[in-house]
């Protein structure tokens, strides 16, 4: 099957399609289905096959990651009590995919580390009693 140029993941300006929608926050799986030819299938055997794209795509999602975050902020500036409940399943959507993607940043566990003065190492000693 020949893939035409508007469908092929080696072509620079389809790769900055598919980077800039998933920077605005597009989900992958809304992208591919506006490809033809099995764009989704090929993007994943890509994905997995060439490092440097998928660091591409990382990249773009990590943007997309930050894109999100500012559409939280407007769907809860923008709800009327008539839409809080639509609303507010939007934003838990956004939150969950957020602190999956980049949990470091957003997510909700507190990593709690031990350190000696200065921040050197922690030193345990043991010193016995006088008898």
Excluded at 37 to 51: G, L, T, V, Y
Excluded at 85 to 110: E, F, S
């Amino acid at each position: 099957m020949v893939i035409p140029p508007e469908d092929d993941l080696n072509n620079p300006k389809v790769i900055g399609d598919v980077c800039a929608r998933l920077a605005s926050g597009e989900t992958t799986n809304a992208i591919c289905r506006t490809y033809k030819h099995s764009f989704a299938r090929r993007f994943w055997i890509k994905m997995r096959d060439d490092p440097d794209f998928a660091t591409t795509i990382e990249k773009a999602r990590m943007a997309g990651v930050e894109s999100l975050v500012s559409e939280i902020i407007e769907i809860a500036d923008n709800s009327t009590p008539k839409d809080v409940a639509v609303d507010k399943l939007r934003v838990h959507a956004r939150q969950w995919y957020i602190t999956k993607m980049n949990p470091k940043k957003y997510g909700d566990r507190t990593h709690t580390e031990l350190t000696g003065t200065d921040g050197a190492p922690l030193v345990i000693s043991w010193q016995s009693e006088p008898k």
